[in-house]
């Protein structure tokens, strides 16, 4: 069982925070849609604080690939970091899994739509998300020195990295703007993903 460190952020100028990574040395590895379906089975997992997901990702012109995961209650590392047990694997077919999941009792209760950029910088994974409408956020994983030093070429400062949950960043959100976050993409109504045109 593998452990997850992270901070996010909240990006004001996606475009510049972009072109600092990349003139720090910063490697693109994945550019496209991330789908999160969560699933649970009469609120058992969500009590606990847990997540089991299928994450699928949908590369622009190649084929799409998923990850069955399953994350711990949140947690804080003792030198601040969001902390997570999680048990991941590779699916061909994100379908599939969704099936074998519901054949358990499990079904979905929530869903995550983002357009993402993945890049691999100073050994941390940094990983900047559109959702529908909100914030655009930075996500940085992997040791604490790896953060760090993604943290210090982001050309963010390091106050605005926080150790809090997505639920936390759409609450500020809202009680910011006079709309609500939407963070499905099924939610959206008409109106315009706030990824369209890039």
Avoid at 81 to 90: D, F, M, T
Avoid at 103 to 117: H, K, M, P, Q
Avoid at 141 to 164: C, H, M, N, W, Y
Wanted: charged share 30%; proline share 7%.
């Amino acid at each position: 069982m593998a452990e997850e460190l992270e901070l996010k952020a909240v990006v004001p100028d996606p475009s510049r925070t972009r072109e600092r990574l990349k003139a720090a040395g910063a490697r693109e590895v994945y550019r496209g849609m991330m789908r999160d379906r969560l699933f649970d089975s009469a609120g058992r997992l969500t009590a606990k604080g847990e997540v089991l997901r299928i994450r699928s990702y949908e590369p622009r012109g190649e084929p799409t690939h998923a990850m069955v995961g399953w994350k711990g209650p949140t947690l804080r590392s003792p030198d601040g970091y969001k902390l997570r047990q999680e048990i991941e694997y590779p699916t061909p077919d994100g379908a599939t899994a969704a099936r074998l999941l519901e054949a358990l009792g499990y079904s979905v209760i929530r869903s995550i739509d983002r357009y993402v950029e993945i890049f691999s910088i100073a050994g941390a994974t940094a990983r900047l998300e559109w959702y529908p409408r909100m914030d655009v956020l930075m996500e940085i994983e992997g040791t604490p020195a790896a953060i760090e030093s993604a943290v210090g070429q982001s050309g963010l400062p390091r106050s605005v990295f926080l150790a809090d949950s997505l639920a936390a960043f759409v609450e500020r959100y809202e009680a910011r703007e006079s709309h609500p976050a939407v963070v499905a993409e099924q939610d959206l109504g008409n109106a315009t993903p706030s990824w369209l045109g890039l």
